[in-house]
């Protein structure tokens, strides 16, 4: 049974940072492209960043880019998302997911078959 576990949200200030972490079980780790997605309140969920099973590529939403980065270690079955310089408008739950894509850009929520529940993270201004 394929598992991944969000964590590492909570509530900061902006300008603040936060670790997130989502740890996966039940599935061969190293095979499988993480992405993180986003939904705040009355929007659809969108893509933040990804990272290609290997770690050695990665594609991030430009509303992004400069501020969050992704790794991942595969020994841990773990991708972690480091978020920096947060702003109001990050606020959100953030979810973790996995699947084998067969393209790149890796943005398209239907290409991941796994998701986790999703953390709070919460930005104040």
């Known amino acids: 049974q394929v598992q991944l576990v969000e964590s590492g949200g909570g509530l900061v200030q902006s300008g603040d940072s936060l670790r997130l972490s989502c740890a996966a079980s039940g599935l061969t780790f190293s095979w499988y492209t993480i992405g993180w997605f986003r939904q705040a309140p009355g929007k659809e969920r969108e893509f933040v960043v990804a990272?290609?099973?290997?770690?050695?590529?990665?594609y991030y939403a430009d509303s992004v880019k400069g501020r969050f980065t992704i790794s991942r270690d595969n020994a841990k079955n773990t991708v972690y998302l480091q978020l920096n310089s947060l702003k109001p408008e990050d606020t959100a739950v953030y979810y973790c997911a996995a699947g084998r894509l067969r393209s790149w850009p890796p943005v398209a929520q239907y290409e991941y078959h796994y998701w986790g529940q999703g953390t709070q993270v919460t930005v104040s201004s």
């Open positions: 990272i290609s099973g290997s770690g050695g590529s990665t």
